[in-house]
């Protein structure tokens, strides 16, 4: 089967480095998304990877290991606005226009 | 400003009253999505479209229709709503669906209460 786990909930305080993992398990790969999603509002749209390796967008970075079957989501600088939840998502293998979402991560950064 | 853009925001209606939500996105993106959201259940798919006259179910389509007449509207109907579909639901767009990196662009979302 095709499915994506993460944690349900992290903290970190303001000006810290935090790591959100997620790892996947699907029968072919066609890249990873990362999304960023306030309480109430509408996901956007942070990164993708499809290769390996690391790759950095500002505060943000995004890993991801093919072999492994598994990313992360690196936030430097923590600020109080980083506290949303963090959807990993990846295109289904028998359909890749569809995505198979994770449930997301609850980020709270505390001050 | 590229946008996708729903409507309304907020709707509470009573169970049977037929509704929609409209979306339209001016990117001129080939792929649209229906979504909706629920605590525990994250992001389940209604349906989507890859193009003009071309729709397809996603996870969670019972209760629901779309259509694809124009490129830029991709409408969610429900033809007689319940209370189990009282839900958050998001409208999506992209350039060529689940594929590349551009991503989806999200609209601000319909949080819809059915009693």
């Known amino acids: 089967g095709q499915n994506i786990d993460q944690p349900t909930e992290m903290t970190a305080t303001e000006g810290a480095i935090v790591q959100i993992n997620c790892t996947y398990q699907?029968?072919?790969?066609?890249?990873l998304f990362w999304y960023q999603q306030h309480a109430g509002e509408a996901p956007t749209f942070l990164s993708y990877?499809?290769l390996d390796g690391l790759e950095e967008k500002g505060r943000f970075s995004s890993f991801l290991s093919r072999s492994k079957g598994y990313s992360y989501l690196l936030l430097k600088e923590l600020q109080m606005k980083d506290s949303a939840s963090y959807l990993c998502?990846?295109?289904?293998?028998?359909?890749?226009?569809?995505?198979?979402w994770g449930l997301g991560t609850s980020l709270a950064v505390n001050p | 400003e590229a946008q996708v853009t729903q409507n309304p925001r907020y709707l509470i209606t009573v169970t049977g009253k037929k509704l929609t939500v409209t979306c339209s996105q001016n990117?001129?993106?080939?792929?649209m999505s229906w979504y909706r959201q629920d605590p525990g259940l994250g992001l389940r798919q209604i349906y989507y479209?890859?193009?003009?006259?071309?729709?397809d179910k996603g996870d969670v389509p019972e209760g629901y229709k779309v259509s694809r007449k124009e490129k830029r509207n991709f409408p969610l109907i429900l033809e007689s709503p319940s209370p189990n579909q009282t839900s958050l639901y998001f409208c999506?767009?992209?350039?060529?669906?689940?594929?590349?990196?551009?991503?989806?662009?999200f609209g601000s979302g319909t949080r819809l209460t059915v009693v």
């Open positions: 990117m001129n993106h080939e792929y």
């Open positions: 479209s890859m193009n003009v006259e071309v729709t």
């Open positions: 998502a990846v295109p289904n293998a028998g359909n890749n226009r569809k995505l198979i």
């Open positions: 699907t029968s072919g790969f066609n890249g």
């Open positions: 990877n499809v």
């Open positions: 999506a767009s992209s350039l060529s669906g689940g594929t590349g990196g551009s991503g989806y662009t």
